[in-house]
C-alpha cells in the first residue's frame, strides 16, 4: 500500500521502474484482469495512487516525472549511486551512511 512505501515499514524497499515517470496506463486495470483479493478481502484492481494525485494516473506521473528532473534531485544522485552502486554499498562507509 501507499502507505508502507512511505515509512510505516523499515522492511519495504521499493524500486522504481521507468514506468512510475512517463506512462500512466500500467497504473490501471484496463482489461479487468482478475487479480485476486487483498489480505482484507478488498478485490485488487487499479493500483491505489496517493491523496495528493487526486486518483489521477496522469497526475501522479506528472508530478514523479518532475520530481525526477527537480535540481534537489539531480543534486543528490552521486550520493544514491555511492550508497547503492560505489563505496557506501558496504563497510564502514555503509555504517557511515546509515545503508546497512
Known sequence: TWGMCTGQSAAEVKEITPEWYCNPAFLRNANN???GTSQDGDVLGDVELPPWADN???????????????EICSSMLP??????????????????????
Do not use: H, T
Not at 489521477?56 to 527537480?70: D, G, Y
Open 56 to 70: 489521477s494516473p496522469e497526475k501522479f506521473i506528472e508530478v514523479m516525472r518532475a520530481a525526477l528532473e527537480s
Open 33 to 35: 484482469f482478475k487479480l
Open 79 to 100: 550520493d544514491w549511486i555511492d550508497l547503492i552502486f560505489g563505496r557506501k554499498q558496504q563497510g564502514p562507509e555503509a555504517i557511515k551512511a546509515n545503508n546497512v
